[in-house]
């Protein structure tokens, strides 16, 4: 008497979600690792155990100890930057500006300064840096802003790269050149002088001067 054939769906192998249970395990042994005891005192071999993966699954999916940690670090940290379901581009300004500067402050701040600190010195740390972590972030930035740029909201020359960078330049200027506390109050600042600038308003301040002279 012949077998009855397997339903496709009961011989299919079942890998996916026990790989990626794995991955998820190695990622957050290397977050762990990475607050532990700093960037450079991490090893794939400390991660490989700590997870109780084998070093050889590790370089299965990362280059590199570097692109492991600031994957894990990336993943960590993109629900608190995740860009808002906001009608105007004012509110998303100042909701990120907050949300960043929150982010800053807090734990996941820290480990993206050692990993900034890191990236000086070595390429590799750097190279992974800006592709798990400036290029996606850039991305999804740069949608939410062309978005209220195809609303209307801002100029078409409206310059998006521009903007970014003068939205989150000026909260690390401060953390960590000035070591201050980009906190709420500074980023709602930042938030107006970017909104409405500052130079129409000082040339309109000029013009009320002089007519006041005459």
Not at 86 to 107: A, D, H, M, N
Not at 132 to 153: C, D, F, I, M
Not at 199 to 214: D, N, T, V, W
């Amino acid at each position: 008497m012949e077998k009855t054939a397997e339903p496709e769906e009961q011989s299919r192998p079942q890998g996916r979600p026990r790989d990626e249970a794995v991955r998820q395990k190695i990622l957050a042994a290397a977050l762990e690792l990475l607050e532990a005891v700093g960037f450079a005192r991490v090893t794939c071999d400390a991660i490989a155990e700590r997870s109780g993966a084998s070093k050889a699954t590790i370089y299965r999916w990362w280059p590199n100890k570097a692109a492991v940690l600031i994957d894990a670090f990336a993943r960590s940290i993109a629900p608190e930057l995740e860009p808002p379901e906001v009608p105007t581009i004012e509110e998303y300004v100042r909701v990120q500006l907050r949300r960043f500067s929150k982010v800053l402050l807090g734990r996941n701040g820290r480990l993206r300064a050692a990993l900034i600190a890191a990236a000086q010195d070595d390429p590799e740390v750097a190279a992974a840096f800006v592709s798990h972590w400036v290029e996606p972030r850039r991305a999804l930035s740069q949608k939410a802003l062309r978005r209220y740029q195809n609303e209307g909201q801002v100029p078409e020359d409206f310059d998006v790269d521009l903007v970014l960078d003068a939205m989150y330049g000026p909260l690390q200027f401060l953390l960590m050149v000035r070591h201050g506390k980009p906190n709420q109050a500074y980023a709602d600042g930042l938030a107006s002088l970017l909104l409405h600038g500052f130079l129409p308003r000082a040339a309109a301040g000029r013009a009320i001067h002089a007519g006041a002279q005459k």
